[in-house]
Structure formats: C-alpha cells, structure tokens
C-alpha cells in the first residue's frame, strides 16, 4: 500500500508533511503507537485463546480453567478498553494540533501575500482550502496513523496466530489475501483523481455562497432570487454526482474483499473441515485459525480503504501547499532600512505600471506633492487614480520609475513602516464583525476611549454611536452590516484619523454621505490636513476646488496640472469634467 502512494504526484506532498509536522510531534505518536500494539496484541491474545478453550475446556470437559480463563479474557478486554481510548485521545490532540498549526500558517503565508495575490483567487475558494481542506488532510493523518498502525499490528499478529495454529492452511491463506490488494491499487488513481475534481467543486460552492451573501440586496434589489437559486442549484447538483461517484468507487473495494474472503473462507473450512474429521488436525486449531481468519478482515478492509482516503487527503494536501509555495511580488529589499518621515514630501518619478504585461495603466507619470500640501487626483473612471495611491502604499511595484517620501525610495524601505506612515480612508469601506471601539482602534490598539470619541466627534460619528444600544461597545456585524452607509464611512474616517500618521490618502473619502454628513465630515478632514501631506482622489470635484495642486489624469497619463482657476482658464480635460459636473448637478 505504501508503495502505491509514494509512487503518485503526491510523493513530495507526503514527504513534506511527515517532515513539518509529523516528526514535530512525534512523542504523542510513539505512545499513541504503543498502545495500539498494546490493544492489537489483546485482540491477537483472545482470538489465540480459542484453542486452549475449545480443546482443553469444552471438548476435555474441563471445568476447572472456566473461572480462570473467564478473568482472562475480562482483564484483556479491560486492558484492550483502556488502550482504545487512550490512543483514540493522543490521535485526536495530533490530528487537531497538525490541522490548527497548518491553517495558522496558511493564514499567516495569506495575511503576507500581496493584492496581486488576492485579485487572482476567489475569497470562497481561500476558505474552501482553510476548512474543507484542511479537515479532510487532518482526517487522512488521523486515519492513516490508526490504520497504517493498529491494523498493521493486528493483521501481522493474526497472521502469527494462524500460522501457530495451522501452518499449511496458513500459507493457503497468504496466497488468497493478497488478491484483495488489487482492487485497492487500480481504484486509486481514479479516486486521487475524483478527489481532486470534488475539493475543486467545494471551493466553486464556497465562493458561489461568498459572492451572493455579500451581494444579498443587489440579489433582492432586482429580483434575481430564482436566477441564483438556479445557478446554486447547478453547482450542487454537479458536486452530489462527483461525491456519488467517489462513494461507488471508494465502496466497490468492499464486495470484492468480501468475495475474496468469502473464497478463503470457503476453502480454509472445507479444507481444514476435512483435516479435523481425519484426526489431522484439532478442533481447536481449526477454530483459532478460523477466528483469527475472521478476525484479520476488518483490518484488512480498513487497510485497503487507507488508499481512498490517502489520496482525498493528498489531494488537499497538495492544494494547501499550493498556498505556502507562492511567493509575493512586493517585499521588503535586503537593503530595506526604517522610513524616516521629516517633511512628508511624495515624488512620483517616471512611474509607469501594468497590470497585464502589454497593457500600460500608468504612462510615465511624474510630480510631486509639497510637504503639508492637499493635491487632488482627477480623472474619469479608470484614468489611473486609485492605481497611484495603490503603488504609494505598495500594493504592487512600479513596472519602471521610482516613488520616493522625502527623497527615500520607498522600494527600499520597509512595507511596516512605509505603511505606517501613510492613513487611508477608501471608497471600498472595510469594517470588521466587532465593537464600534474596535474598528476605529484597529491598527492603534493601545488608544484610550477618550481618543477613540474624540476622532469619533471629529468624523461626525459620536452622535449615531451614542443612540447604539452599546454605545462604542455595541458589535456591528460583519463589514458594519447593521450600519448605514454613511455612518460606516464615518468609522473609516474616525479610524484614519486615530492613526495620525504624516501622509493622508483620501480615495472618495465621502462619496457614501449624505449632503449634511459631508459638510461636517469635510470640516473634519480640513482639520485633519494641516501640517499633513495629502493625496485626495474625488468624484465631486467641487469639493477639491481650494486643493494646493490639482493633477488631471487621461487614460493613465498626466495631462494637466496646477490650480482650478488656472485649469478651468485652460480649458482643457478638467475645464470639461468640472463643467459636465456643474451641468448635472443644475
């Protein structure tokens, strides 16, 4: 059987797993192995006991080893108990501690991967492999470590018994067994390769429930209910045809070890049958043998199944792994020292970048944005905005040209401290399923609640967090569902604030307000600015109309720039926006 599996794909998967985490634990193995050779040996024990209880006993009349034998057989069915229980235990605790320290690595290999990363993997799919994966690599570790160890230890030790017993009958025995391995060898490439198509469906579905929850009011909105109950309906129906078919393979070893028993049988007993009647052999042995025959084919059935599970396992195995082997584009450089920021001044230097190779986002942009000034990003949608802010905070590298704070290139500095430099409020508000208090703090944790309400006041959130029946200890549920749109704008807004670094990076930063939120969440942020460097990206331009700088954007180039008197006298692509704007809002 282990040949099977070290001679498949998953070879290095398998060796990789017994190195990072099987030998890590490999104590709570050794007492774990020794008592399944323990309660292996007392299955072993009782079905020895048969002759010595059929020859000496019942067939001598012997009434005397009765009470004796009875004990026996207690006091190894007490011991084999304890065993089962005992290795049942220090299974689990290696099973969970292998699962729990896979998915904290995967997790924290995720948390250090980079956007790019993320937009080219389904968020269902991610979770998929963090759960559904991760159990079943923890079911074929359990299972394998019971299997491989106990059924090994009982199969071999009721092999000894028939052997003891009948030495011919048991080579008959050893030749008709083996036959059962065949089965288990061909069925496991189509199970590797079921399994693999079955863990792929599961993350289909994971992403398939992620993106409709979240996307539940536009589902509603225009009543596409039955049009996503039909897709689910779909997907599942494909997975319960690829989960019934696993089950046909996987069950199909079971009649033929069966009929392969069934002719091992029927031979042992006809043939030993006529060995006892001809006073060969003893009615004792025979039925030691027997027991021991019987005894041997659960083990044996288990054993053969190993091979399904194994390659379920592998499979997620391989899949996780997958994970861990991908590198991020955007790290820290070996050279890469602390950002130091004494003026906050952002230079972009002949920036260009792609996401696509072939398809320039960005066209050799270049400006800077004075220490303490407000600049303002404008443009039509896809014109490359929220892109430059992306690069800023080093989402992604530049394809050419440098972005430099205060003359430091931040390509050599650390992300920590790049980003700790940097505060961002985004049109795409990420809040999390905890406390008001929490969201605002995150990323400043050591903040006092008095610092808390104070940016709190200054967001014009303080008011609505009052009226909450927790106040700021009130949960909002996952991405602030209880709140509004704007009161959740409020708490990005009051976070980046708490945060209080030197470079503030404003994208859309009100678009989610109503007329009255804005003008005071404005008066906020026109406090917040002073003394700081800010990167305001704004759909309504008429609220960037005293920005220091204001830099229009075309189809990822810059094509203007300076203050909106002098662009709107130039009459060029801002003079149009603003006045297209100007005339829609008439």
Not at 441 to 470: C, M
Not at 552 to 562: A, I, M, N, Q, Y
Request: proline share 2%; glycine share 8%.
């Amino acid at each position: 059987m282990a040949s099977v599996l070290l001679s498949s794909q998953y070879a290095n998967v398998l060796k990789a797993l017994m190195r990072e985490y099987v030998y890590v634990y490999w104590k709570t193995l050794v007492w774990a192995g020794l008592f399944m050779a323990v309660s292996a040996g007392c299955l072993v024990t009782s079905t020895k006991l048969i002759q010595p209880i059929v020859d000496d006993i019942l067939i001598s009349k012997n009434a005397t080893q009765l009470l004796p034998i009875s004990i026996t057989f207690f006091c190894i069915f007490m011991l084999k108990g304890f065993c089962d229980y005992a290795e049942s235990v220090l299974l689990t605790c290696f099973g969970q501690r292998v699962l729990t320290d896979l998915q904290v690595r995967c997790f924290r290999h995720l948390m250090r991967a980079d956007i790019r990363f993320f937009n080219g993997i389904a968020t269902g799919e991610l979770i998929s492999r963090l759960t559904s994966d991760v159990s079943r690599l923890q079911d074929m570790v359990t299972s394998a470590f019971i299997r491989i160890g106990k059924d090994t230890f009982t199969v071999v030790g009721l092999v000894g018994v028939a052997f003891y017993a009948d030495p011919e009958l048991a080579c008959v025995m050893l030749i008709i067994l083996p036959m059962a391995l065949f089965p288990g060898r061909i069925l496991g490439r189509y199970m590797r390769k079921i399994a693999d198509q079955t863990q792929k469906e599961m993350g289909r579905w994971a992403s398939f429930l992620s993106q409709c929850f979240q996307g539940i009011r536009i589902i509603k909105a225009y009543g596409m209910e039955d049009h996503e109950t039909g897709r689910a309906t779909h997907i599942a129906q494909h997975r319960y045809e690829l989960t019934v078919h696993s089950a046909r393979v996987r069950s199909i070893v079971h009649p033929l070890v069966e009929l392969v028993g069934g002719i091992g049988t029927c031979s042992i007993i006809v043939v030993g049958g006529w060995l006892v009647i001809q006073d060969v052999r003893t009615t004792g042995a025979l039925f030691s043998f027997l027991g021991a025959l019987i005894a041997s084919y659960r083990p044996l059935k288990s054993l053969l199944n190993l091979n399904a599970t194994m390659q379920e396992g592998l499979a997620a195995a391989q899949r996780l792994y997958a994970i861990l082997e991908t590198h991020p584009h955007v790290v820290d450089s070996v050279q890469a020292k602390e950002l130091v920021v004494s003026k906050g001044q952002v230079t972009f230097d002949a920036v260009r970048f792609s996401y696509r190779e072939g398809a320039d986002t960005l066209s050799n942009i270049s400006f800077v944005v004075q220490p303490g000034k407000k600049a303002a990003l404008v443009g039509a949608s896809g014109a490359g905005k929220s892109t430059l802010l992306s690069l800023l905070l080093r989402f992604y590298d530049p394809t050419h040209g440098r972005i430099l704070i205060d003359g430091q290139d931040i390509a050599y500095v650390t992300q920590t401290s790049l980003r700790r430099a940097l505060s961002l409020v985004s049109q795409e508000i990420s809040l999390f399923d905890d406390t008001v208090r929490a969201n605002i703090a995150y990323g400043s944790p050591r903040a006092s609640l008095d610092a808390i309400q104070q940016v709190a006041r200054a967001s014009a959130a303080h008011e609505f967090i009052k009226e909450l029946p927790q106040g700021y200890d009130t949960p909002i549920g996952e991405n602030g569902v209880t709140l509004s749109g704007g009161q959740r704008q409020r708490l990005s807004i009051a976070r980046a604030m708490l945060k209080n670094a030197p470079i503030l990076l404003l994208d859309e930063a009100t678009s989610a307000l109503d007329g009255a939120s804005e003008q005071k969440v404005q008066q906020a942020i026109n406090l917040l600015i002073k003394g700081r460097t800010t990167l305001i990206i704004a759909h309504r331009l008429s609220t960037i109309l005293d920005a220091d700088e204001i830099f229009v954007f075309d189809r990822g180039k810059l094509v203007e720039h300076g203050q909106h008197e002098g662009l709107l006298a130039h009459k060029g692509v801002y003079a149009h926006l603003y006045n297209s704007q100007a005339f829609k809002e008439a």
